[in-house]
């Protein structure tokens, strides 16, 4: 059974290559963010908490973020498997996921850091926000979370590495080339 995290900078492909794995292995893709979004677009007491740290691109508080998540795990679909995308995303939230899988008796099966260099992630993120008019895609915000990246979420490399659980997939590449080099390093290992 694939249980995937995704690890990786804003920028990295994470979003994408989560939808197209979650097509292909027939598992929900849980993109916190995108639970957070559509929270905030139907100003429920979740996203009205959270649009003000999202604007200006720092990290929802850990115990709404956790609540939600286990919500989400607990849902039928997520029997079959999942696919984590902006979650965790600093130490707390990883030692929580933990508690959390032993919980509902869940375990993971693969970490994947999705490796893009800073200027690729700039240019790619300053077009997003052209293109989709996210609001935390202008300039000062994405050099924000870019830098919560570095500080809270970077050390979860470490984290997951420590434990030979981190696989390295170099996300600067051809999105199809990326998928198909995601797609492998899971059968390789399921
Ligand atoms: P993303 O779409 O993953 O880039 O997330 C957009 C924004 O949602 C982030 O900049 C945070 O404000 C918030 N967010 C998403 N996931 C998390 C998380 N796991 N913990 C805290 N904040 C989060």
């Given at each position: 059974?694939?249980?995937?995290i995704?690890l990786?900078?804003?920028?990295?492909?994470?979003?994408?290559?989560?939808?197209?794995?979650?097509?292909?292995?027939?598992?929900?893709?849980?993109?916190?963010?995108?639970?957070?979004?559509?929270?905030?677009?139907?100003?429920?007491?979740?996203?009205?908490?959270?649009?003000?740290?999202?604007?200006?691109?720092?990290?929802?508080?850990?115990?709404?973020?956790?609540?939600?998540?286990?919500?989400?795990?607990?849902?039928?679909?997520?029997?079959?498997?999942?696919?984590?995308?902006?979650f965790p995303r600093n130490a707390p939230q990883a030692v929580a996921l933990d508690a959390m899988?032993?919980?509902?008796?869940?375990?993971y099966?693969?970490v994947?850091?999705?490796?893009?260099?800073?200027?690729?992630?700039?240019?790619?993120?300053?077009?997003?926000?052209?293109?989709?008019?996210?609001?935390?895609?202008?300039?000062?915000?994405?050099?924000?979370?870019?830098?919560?990246?570095?500080?809270?979420t970077?050390p979860l490399?470490?984290f997951y590495?420590?434990r030979?659980?981190?696989?390295?997939?170099?996300?600067?590449?051809?999105?199809?080339?990326?998928?198909?080099?995601?797609?492998?390093?899971?059968?390789?290992?399921?």
């Amino acid at each position: 059974m694939s249980r995937l995290i995704f690890l990786g900078p804003p920028g990295a492909g994470k979003g994408t290559q989560a939808k197209l794995l979650s097509e292909s292995l027939g598992i929900p893709h849980i993109s916190t963010g995108d639970i957070l979004r559509a929270a905030v677009a139907e100003q429920t007491d979740l996203g009205q908490e959270a649009k003000a740290y999202m604007d200006a691109g720092e990290l929802v508080p850990d115990g709404l973020i956790l609540s939600m998540v286990e919500e989400r795990l607990t849902q039928r679909d997520a029997d079959s498997g999942w696919i984590l995308d902006g979650f965790p995303r600093n130490a707390p939230q990883a030692v929580a996921l933990d508690a959390m899988l032993q919980r509902l008796n869940q375990t993971y099966s693969h970490v994947i850091n999705l490796d893009v260099p800073d200027d690729v992630l700039i240019e790619r993120l300053l077009k997003r926000g052209q293109q989709l008019g996210r609001s935390d895609d202008t300039e000062a915000v994405i050099r924000h979370r870019l830098q919560v990246y570095r500080e809270q979420t970077s050390p979860l490399i470490d984290f997951y590495s420590e434990r030979q659980q981190l696989q390295r997939v170099d996300g600067d590449q051809a999105p199809a080339t990326v998928t198909a080099e995601l797609k492998g390093t899971i059968q390789k290992t399921a």
